[in-house]
């Protein structure tokens, strides 16, 4: 069973930042969160990931709360192109390839 | 970097036939890579662990003799569906694992069996 708990779906205008919440309140010391992204009928896109700081690329921020039991994934600038469903899969790192167990993430639809 | 490739990315066959899918990591090395399989407005669900000169690893209620999975170097891994059926019919997709233990994973392959 996935380890994560989030909305099955979300509206956003497009330009706006569209803020995407996960539940991970089991999740163990030594787990990340990692985020992916699936739109329709492609394979998942990895976006981000992270341990406990927050972090940003070139394609979102990942917001992590202090006691780590949440987070959030913002895409700062959302187009029509960002429309996908949004996973979030908590892991462990350095500990070789490991299976990554998918919810049933959140459908992210952009409107014009 | 870290780009996974999938051949076919679809395919059509009859029933009781058999196909194979080709998973390779064009720009990076992979012991282990994944296969998923997908259905209608589902979640990815992982069928197996495919590892480098090893036998693969499947999940509960996957049939191994059916799905036949062959991983004879460090960027190629196969799925072969065996005796396929209509209820085999897929989006079928796999992953491996690159740099900073981050997976990527193939575009999928679309299996439909008549």
């Known amino acids: 069973d996935a380890k994560t708990t989030q909305p099955p779906s979300m509206d956003c205008a497009e330009g706006r930042a569209a803020n995407l919440p996960c539940n991970h309140s089991?999740?163990?010391?030594?787990?990340?969160v990692y985020w992916y992204r699936q739109i329709h009928s492609q394979g998942p896109q990895y976006i981000i990931h992270?341990?406990?700081n927050n972090e940003t690329n070139e394609m979102a921020s990942l917001i992590i709360t202090e006691d780590r039991k949440s987070s959030t994934l913002i895409l700062p600038h959302a187009t029509l192109r960002d429309t996908a469903v949004y996973y979030c899969?908590?892991?462990?790192?350095?500990?070789?390839?490991?299976?990554?167990?998918f919810g049933q993430g959140t459908r992210l639809t952009i409107n014009p | 970097g870290a780009v996974v490739s999938q051949h076919p990315s679809r395919v059509i066959c009859k029933s009781g036939t058999s196909v194979k899918i080709e998973c390779r990591s064009l720009?990076?090395?992979?012991?282990?890579m994944f296969w998923y399989r997908q259905f209608p407005k589902q979640s990815l669900m992982l069928m197996a662990t495919?590892?480098?000169?090893?036998?693969?690893?499947?999940e509960q209620g996957v049939e191994k003799d059916k799905f036949l999975i062959n991983h004879a170097s460090l960027t190629l891994s196969t799925l072969t569906v065996t005796s396929a059926h209509p209820e085999d019919s897929s989006f079928y997709i796999c992953?491996?694992?690159?740099?900073?233990?981050?997976?990527?994973f193939g575009p999928g392959t679309r299996l439909t069996v008549l």
């Open positions: 992953s491996a694992e690159g740099r900073a233990d981050t997976q990527y």
């Open positions: 089991t999740i163990s010391g030594n787990e990340y």
């Open positions: 992270g341990l406990k």
């Open positions: 899969i908590v892991r462990v790192k350095g500990q070789g390839a490991q299976k990554l167990v």
């Open positions: 720009d990076f090395q992979a012991t282990t």
């Open positions: 495919s590892n480098e000169g090893s036998k693969a690893t499947y």
